[in-house]
């Protein structure tokens, strides 16, 4: 029997706004449409993982507001396990995303009772967390939750996979429990604490190096349309991005997570499991919102089989 991922992280309820471009600082722009939808990182990934086809329980809180209810119904009706996704007095975590044409966006999450998710209330999971095949983390709940699932990850020897976003100061002693860092490109820089330029293709690999010093095991750095870059001790593999008509780019690192942890799990190579999770990224893309963008197993296969890189990527 497969042993299920687990997600621990943020629920959220997405309020997207279409917009021309994102507003400058100070700006007030009109935009042309609105809509909801179910989001949220860590509720994300784990409706990705269920999309693909791949047992997975997620550990999280909701509001006793209007929005409580239906953002785990969202998961349940997914495929997700959401017996671990409970109530708290307040409201939802919710996210304010303006999306521009050609995808790109801009995101203000309020953690709401995201933020309830206390180092304490992992405790009755141990023996859930402790039979995981792999569990995987964001930043949207407290560090000091991340800080305490990634200590009983290394007690349980259950591989972590944390996806460093939204970014922030992580100490080294958490990223020697880390086996997969998942940065995107802001992220990374946040994380080497340097003020150069941004990863591409080319600078990944030492920005990967840097990281591995930090005492993570293997890294994933997220390149957004020029691709991804995955690294260990081993070495690295570079992986161009698929080419596909992007439309709107919201949970796209979710959906490359939710993809790596599952090939792996499956007993890929780093590459082929890179190769998968760009599938799977490439594809939430071409579809509005954050969790109705997540692709079905079949989808990933056609793409893999008649799909071809970006030439963005090759030419990086
Ligand atoms: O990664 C995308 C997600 O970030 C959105 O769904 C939003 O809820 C924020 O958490």
């Not at 969790?291 to 008649?306: G, I």
Request: aromatic content about 4%; hydrophobic content about 45%.
């Amino acid at each position: 029997m497969l042993k299920p991922i687990i997600v621990v992280g943020s629920i959220n309820l997405d309020l997207v706004v279409g917009v021309q471009r994102l507003p400058k600082p100070g700006e007030t722009l009109t935009g042309h449409d609105f809509e909801t939808f179910f989001g949220g990182k860590g509720a994300n990934q784990a409706v990705a993982i269920a999309r693909l086809g791949y047992p997975v329980q997620m550990i999280g809180r909701v509001g006793d507001d209007a929005f409580g209810p239906r953002l785990r119904g969202a998961l349940q009706q997914a495929g997700v396990d959401v017996r671990a996704v409970r109530p708290v007095r307040g409201a939802s975590g919710v996210a304010l995303i303006a999306t521009e044409r050609g995808g790109q966006n801009s995101i203000i999450v309020v953690p709401g009772s995201n933020a309830a998710l206390t180092p304490a209330d992992l405790e009755p999971y141990a023996p859930r967390l402790q039979c995981a095949g792999m569990i995987l983390c964001q930043l949207e709940i407290p560090l000091s939750t991340v800080e305490r699932l990634a200590e009983m990850a290394g007690q349980f020897q259950v591989p972590l996979m944390l996806d460093p976003a939204p970014a922030r100061a992580l100490s080294s002693r958490l990223l020697r429990r880390v086996t997969w860092l998942t940065p995107n490109e802001s992220e990374a820089v946040a994380l080497c604490a340097t003020s150069g330029p941004r990863p591409t293709p080319a600078n990944a690999p030492s920005m990967a190096d840097a990281l591995l010093r930090r005492g993570v095991r293997n890294v994933a750095l997220k390149l957004g349309a020029q691709g991804a870059y995955l690294a260990n001790a081993l070495g690295g593999v570079y992986i161009p991005a698929w080419r596909v008509t992007a439309v709107d780019c919201t949970a796209a690192g979710d959906a490359f997570n939710a993809g790596l942890a599952i090939a792996l799990m499956e007993g890929a190579t780093m590459g082929q499991a890179g190769r998968f999770a760009a599938a799977v990224a490439a594809l939430s893309t071409t579809q509005p919102g954050a969790q109705p963008s997540m692709p079905t197993r079949a989808s990933v296969r056609r793409l893999l089989k008649h799909g071809s890189p970006a030439a963005a990527s090759l030419s990086q």
